[in-house]
């Protein structure tokens, strides 16, 4: 298992766009991802619905928890992701 | 670096103004929607001067042009892609472009105006009610809670030139904060209160100009039009600034060079005009009043507002302490009651007639502030806007004024007009009260015959009052769980058509989308909400049958931060079929460069075998848009 967490730099947060993106590529791998924001429970994010009702902005810091056989490279993807958009 | 060229680069490269959504900016990147990507020449793009790097992320396409410039590169792109993504103000330019320069100027007069009649209209009230009971109670007035009310009443208007300031700025495209010093230097506390000032003798000069004249050391309190002068030269000085200072230097010097010049065209030459103008004005309306059997306070009647419109007015208490003085008879302030409570009557009656809500909601209470004696927020924001009701007030204040004049109607002190004026003049009821009544209703009557709402204003009614109703489910109507029935009104559009790349493909669920003719969203069937943007442009909701569905409001109109929509839910809730959701206000959206195209995602669409658009051409709301398997 796999966990790192992230700080949103980006002014307008994980909104549908970047959410659909981040959904569409964690369904590419076999590992289970979760989201967490902070207080709330985990989600799971290849569940849109649920990861945009996070509601997370900028400033905000999510832990994602990636566990399965491709663990490293979906945790490897994930951050590049977060890192270049959000 | 050449801004306008790589603009201009930029635009070629990505396939032209054609194949661009929507384009912002942040500190570094341009960020552009692209309608097909396959039109943008990526090695192109790269290789143009000032192009730090591009990527395409989150479905936008992302340019590094870095901190300083990409502003300035991104002003020339939005000039030659014609998109109007920056605000909402620069539609309203263009569209006012085309009209004469008196009406541009009313029509800014207006729009710097309408921001802060919510400051003046609190502060109006309070003044007027403090004014009528300190008149009614003498003593109140030496209470300490007076002391501190007065404070409150009076603080917006003492301090007005700031509020104008700071709203000039922001039409005119300089920096608010500036523009805020410079209303401050205006009432600076060094300066002599311009209400205090009197009939302008004896005043400490300054100096300017090498002694070529002297400038008195008044302030600007109360006054508009010096300070939307002073604003509009500040902006013109600014943004030269911001083009010829080499960007290293940009920060510190046009600020500094900005308020320096600025500050001193304002006090060694506005000033002295509108000061010239003042005394101009205190002359002729000492000379109109002269002259007798009502005439004179009749024309005063009617100039009064005018006066009040060019921020010349403030030297009339000079009138009134002479008059007071040489025989304890104020005849000037029933012909300002006059001319103050007919521009309210004037307003009240568009405030009555108008269908358009924002007009409404606005001519109430200014018309009420101005029968208390405050007549700003009545005339900037209302009669000065659509001009015919302004002379709608001034007959009728020309009107009250010749009563007064007739009636031989006078006031025993000074300081209030309007409904609290009566317990100044308790010696000539009658007379005021006939002063009161003819005023409201000449301007009442005239300004309800000669106002009309324009297309535009009226246009927006219809659609503003049905809006947030929910829609009615018809009792006969079947219902059937494999179809996703329209939240919208408007014309079915093929997904694979949004001009999104991130909808078209699918990437957040499968669906349908609608091209809305009105604006508002309802519930398709029952269900929660189960995610609400807090910008309120998108609403996530889990159906019964257990779909998903995803309503985005437009295309990228995250940015807007959620101007120009309203929700009626929140997350959690249960929603009925039909329930209003959302309501949006396209014209609104569409000035500002986005597109309100709306689509509706399954999101879960891997519980389904298939999700098929249903419908062709128009679609009301509850129609079938969706049809699904499972």
């Known amino acids: 298992m796999k966990?790192?967490?992230?700080?949103?730099?980006?002014?307008?947060?994980?909104?549908a766009r970047p959410a659909g993106n981040l959904v569409k590529l964690v369904k590419g791998f076999t590992s289970a991802v979760t989201i967490e924001k902070e207080s709330k429970p985990a989600v799971n994010a290849t569940a849109l619905m649920k990861?945009?009702?996070?509601?997370?902005?900028?400033?905000?810091?999510?832990?994602?928890?990636?566990?399965?056989?491709?663990?490293?490279?979906?945790?490897?993807?994930?951050?590049?992701?977060?890192n270049a958009n959000l | 670096m050449d801004y306008n060229k790589c603009a201009k680069e930029i635009l070629a490269a990505i396939g032209g103004k054609d194949n661009l959504i929507s384009g912002a900016h942040c500190a570094t990147r341009l960020r552009l929607v692209i309608a097909d990507n396959g039109k943008v020449k990526k090695s192109v793009l790269e290789n143009i001067d000032g192009v730090k790097g591009v990527f395409e992320a989150a479905g936008q396409l992302q340019i590094i042009i870095g901190t300083g410039t990409v502003n300035k590169v991104y002003d020339e792109f939005v000039k030659l892609a014609g998109i109007?993504?920056?605000?909402?103000?620069?539609?309203?330019?263009?569209?006012?472009?085309?009209?004469?320069?008196?009406?541009?100027?009313?029509?800014?007069?207006?729009?710097?105006?309408?921001?802060?009649?919510?400051?003046?209209?609190?502060?109006?009230?309070?003044?007027?009610?403090?004014?009528?009971?300190?008149?009614?109670?003498?003593?109140?007035?030496?209470?300490?809670?007076?002391?501190?009310?007065?404070?409150?009443?009076?603080a917006a208007l003492t301090f007005l030139p700031i509020l104008i300031a700071v709203s000039a700025a922001k039409i005119f495209g300089a920096n608010v904060y500036l523009g805020a010093v410079i209303g401050m230097i205006m009432i600076h506390p060094n300066l002599i209160n311009a209400w205090s000032v009197g009939d302008g003798t004896n005043l400490p000069t300054l100096w300017s100009w090498f002694g070529a004249w002297n400038i008195h050391a008044t302030g600007y309190q109360g006054h508009v039009i010096p300070v939307v002068i002073a604003v509009l030269i500040l902006s013109i000085i600014e943004k030269w600034l911001h083009r010829h200072v080499p960007e290293m230097f940009d920060l510190f010097v046009t600020p500094l060079v900005s308020v320096l010049i600025t500050g001193f065209l304002t006090m060694t030459v506005i000033g002295p005009v509108f000061s010239q103008l003042e005394t101009w004005v205190l002359t002729g309306a000492k000379w109109l009043i002269s002259i007798p059997f009502g005439i004179g306070s009749f024309l005063m009647g009617a100039a009064y507002a005018p006066t009040v419109v060019a921020g010349v007015h403030h030297m009339y208490n000079a009138i009134e302490l002479s008059m007071l003085a040489a025989n304890g008879q104020n005849i000037w302030m029933p012909i300002a009651t006059a001319a103050n409570v007919a521009q309210g009557a004037a307003a009240l009656a568009v405030g009555f007639k108008t269908r358009n809500k924002k007009i409404k909601s606005m001519a109430l209470p200014a018309s009420l502030s101005a029968f208390l004696g405050i007549t700003e927020p009545a005339i900037f924001g209302v009669n000065l806007r659509f001009v015919k009701p302004l002379i709608a007030g001034m007959i009728g204040g020309a009107c009250g004024a010749a009563v007064a004049s007739i009636m031989g109607v006078y006031a025993t002190a000074n300081g209030v007009t309007g409904v609290f004026g009566f317990l100044i003049t308790t010696e000539s009821f009658f007379g005021y009260l006939l002063t009161f009544v003819v005023a409201t209703v000449v301007a009442f009557v005239v300004s309800w015959i000669i106002y009309r709402d324009k297309d535009e204003e009226a246009e927006e009614a219809p659609e503003a009052e049905s809006s947030s109703d929910d829609v009615e489910v018809k009792a006969a109507e079947e219902y059937d769980d494999s179809f996703v029935y329209s939240p919208l009104k408007g014309k079915a559009v093929l997904m694979a058509d949004v001009p999104d790349e991130t909808f078209a493909t699918d990437v957040l669920g499968m669906g349908a989308a609608v091209d809305p003719s009105e604006g508002k969203v309802v519930a398709p069937a029952d269900g929660e909400v189960t995610?609400?943007?807090?910008?309120?442009?998108?609403?996530?909701?889990?159906?019964?049958?257990?779909?998903?569905?995803?309503?985005?409001?437009?295309?990228?109109?995250?940015?807007?931060?959620?101007?120009?929509?309203?929700?009626?839910?929140?997350?959690?809730?249960?929603?009925?079929?039909g329930q209003t959701l959302i309501t949006f206000d396209i014209p609104l959206i569409q000035s500002k460069g986005y597109k309100t195209v709306t689509p509706v995602i399954i999101t879960n669409p891997d519980d389904f075998k298939s999700i098929v658009k249903a419908a062709d051409g128009d679609v009301g709301f509850l129609d079938k848009l969706i049809s699904t398997e499972k």
């Open chain 1, 51 to 82: 990861l945009m009702s996070l509601g997370v902005k900028c400033g905000d810091t999510v832990k994602f928890t990636v566990q399965g056989d491709d663990e490293d490279a979906a945790a490897k993807a994930i951050e590049e992701f977060m």
């Open chain 2, 531 to 577: 995610t609400l943007f807090d910008t309120n442009h998108a609403i996530g909701l889990t159906l019964d049958n257990g779909m998903e569905l995803l309503i985005h409001v437009g295309i990228n109109t995250v940015e807007l931060n959620g101007e120009g929509y309203k929700s009626y839910v929140s997350e959690g809730d249960r929603v009925t079929r």
């Open chain 1, 3 to 15: 966990e790192f967490s992230y700080t949103i730099k980006d002014e307008i947060g994980i909104h």
């Open chain 2, 84 to 154: 109007s993504a920056a605000s909402k103000d620069d539609v309203k330019k263009a569209a006012a472009s085309k009209a004469p320069w008196y009406k541009k100027a009313i029509k800014t007069l207006g729009d710097i105006f309408v921001p802060i009649i919510p400051a003046i209209v609190a502060t109006g009230l309070l003044c007027g009610l403090l004014g009528g009971l300190s008149k009614a109670f003498p003593n109140f007035a030496n209470t300490q809670i007076f002391t501190l009310l007065d404070m409150f009443s009076n």
